[in-house]
């Protein structure tokens, strides 16, 4: 499956941006899709994805900051991120597990101070 990510791009902190990420198939109900982000150096963090039953869970990071929805119609999963910092800045992944991980070639996110 791919899953092209997309909606990155260059904000100052405390502004907003909307990433999607459209996979190459329909959606199945066990699939379990959410976003990653990688900063260089670093390893691969988890951000927000969708549980099998439909619940949503976030990193202690983006609480309340960053929202994932999507769009079953459209085999499409959103990240609304608001207030945005500078830490927010690494490259966003699409990730999708249904007995294997996929994943995306990634957004960049860029934030300034």
């Known amino acids: 499956v791919q899953l092209p990510a997309s909606g990155g791009g260059s904000v100052q902190a405390g502004g907003s941006l909307r990433l999607s990420c459209a996979a190459s198939?329909?959606?199945?109900?066990?699939?379990?899709m959410g976003w990653y982000r990688q900063a260089p150096g670093n390893q691969r963090e988890f951000v927000a994805r969708?549980?099998?039953?439909?619940?949503?869970v976030y990193a202690d990071s983006v609480q309340a900051r960053f929202t994932i929805s999507r769009d079953n119609a459209k085999s499409t999963i959103y990240l609304q991120m608001n207030s945005l910092k500078p830490e927010d800045t690494p490259v966003y992944y699409c990730?999708?597990?249904?007995?294997?991980?996929?994943w995306g070639q990634g957004t960049q996110v860029t934030v300034s101070s």
């Open positions: 198939r329909s959606m199945f109900r066990d699939d379990v």
């Open positions: 990730h999708l597990y249904n007995q294997r991980d996929s």
């Open positions: 969708f549980r099998v039953d439909g619940t949503t």
